[in-house]
């Protein structure tokens, strides 16, 4: 059995030291054969150079990739999961907020059978608006998409090595890896831990990010919005009609009167307000066809240590790892997907 630790850092060289030293304590104790796989998304600080000593100090378990520019923590985790190999693989984050002796817990765990060991942990400590912020999106969020997404489950988990090979058969550009874990399914187990203050350095979500997070969520796993645009229209059309029949009604009976300025203006900004949503929405889905049809990689790779062979993919831990690499069996690589960028030629 080996373990592979899957690490995505941006901008991470306070902590990364820390975390790769406590890890390292955390498999040695527990005497697990292991490998550390760090991504560099991008980062602007020094740390790349932390693992580039880092992989030099235990050159058989450590191996990095690091991305020409930040591609977001996503593709940094598609990188670590296509660099692992490992029999299962533990994601997590390099600043110490996944308390590396849970490993212990989730490999007994993994070993009593379940693919997918989720640590999901508590609110604690959060600001009170941002936690019940959290809590009213997660219950609306789970009437809305087809996978189920829970509260306080984030990256930090272990994968058995076909939940691996799972998700990387998902080509998808946009990859919204709350819900990819759900979809693929596979025996699951939660169990939770204390929320942890990061060790050093500083959080990358901002409140826009987060927004911007939960609308992917939504969007990322069914056209359901867009059928809720429907109802709503009809609705307000059923409305309209009713209303219709009563100035009618009431103009016959009554003679013709002044009808509501209010109304009118309260009707068209109201309306006004919905269309634009829709047209967002609607306009929200084609843009992510056209990202997928685009068929880009997930990232560029400027450095690494891991051997071509090994990394999963055409073209992989040079150049450019391309977003079908996972579903093209190595026989079928085209020869000169090596060499290209962007582009796959099968
Ligand atoms: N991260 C990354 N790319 C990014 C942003 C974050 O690889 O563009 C990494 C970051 O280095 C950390 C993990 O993702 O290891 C979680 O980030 P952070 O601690 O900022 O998020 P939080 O814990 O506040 O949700
Ligand atoms: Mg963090």
Avoid at 44 to 55: M, P, W, Y
Wanted: with cysteine; charged share 25%.
């Amino acid at each position: 059995m080996r373990l592979s630790i899957v690490v995505p850092c941006y901008n991470e060289e306070d902590v990364i030291d820390t975390f790769d030293a406590r890890v390292r304590a955390t498999l040695n104790a527990l005497d697990i054969e292991h490998e550390l796989c760090y991504i560099d998304d991008g980062s602007s600080d020094a740390t790349l150079e932390h693992l580039r000593v880092l992989a030099e100090r235990n050159a058989d378990t450590t191996r990095y990739v690091s991305f020409s520019r930040n591609f977001g923590k996503e593709a940094g985790m598609l990188a670590g999961l296509r660099e692992a190999t490992g029999d299962a693989v533990v994601i997590m984050d390099a600043d110490l907020q996944h308390p590396p002796e849970l490993l212990e817990r989730m490999l007994e765990l993994h070993a009593a059978g379940h693919d997918q060991v989720v640590a999901r942990r508590t609110r604690e400590g959060d600001r009170f608006l941002r936690s019940l912020l959290s809590r009213v999106y997660y219950r609306l969020i789970n009437k809305m998409v087809d996978v189920e997404l829970t509260n306080g489950v984030g990256d930090f988990r272990l994968l058995s090595r076909r939940a691996v090979d799972a998700l990387l058969s998902l080509p998808e550009y946009n990859r919204f890896s709350k819900g990819l874990f759900s979809w693929i399914g596979f025996d699951t187990v939660t169990f939770d831990y204390d929320n942890v203050a990061r060790e050093a350095g500083a959080t990358k979500w901002r409140f826009s990010s987060l927004v911007n997070y939960g609308i992917d969520g939504l969007i990322s796993f069914n056209s359901r919005p867009l059928r809720l645009g429907i109802h709503a229209g009809l609705t307000l059309s059923g409305l309209a009609v009713l209303y219709a029949i009563w100035t009618t009604v009431a103009a016959i009976i009554g003679g013709i009167s002044q009808p509501g300025y209010v109304t009118l203006i309260v009707a068209i900004a109201g309306l006004g307000g919905l269309q634009m949503v829709m047209i967002g929405l609607v306009g929200e889905y084609i843009g992510r066809i056209y990202y997928e049809s685009k068929r880009r990689p997930h990232f560029l790779i400027k450095e690494t240590n891991v051997p071509r062979e090994t990394f999963r993919g055409p073209g992989a831990g040079v150049q450019a790892v391309l977003s079908r690499s996972a579903v093209i069996p190595q026989e079928r690589w085209p020869a000169e997907a090596s060499t290209t960028v962007g582009r796959p030629t099968a």
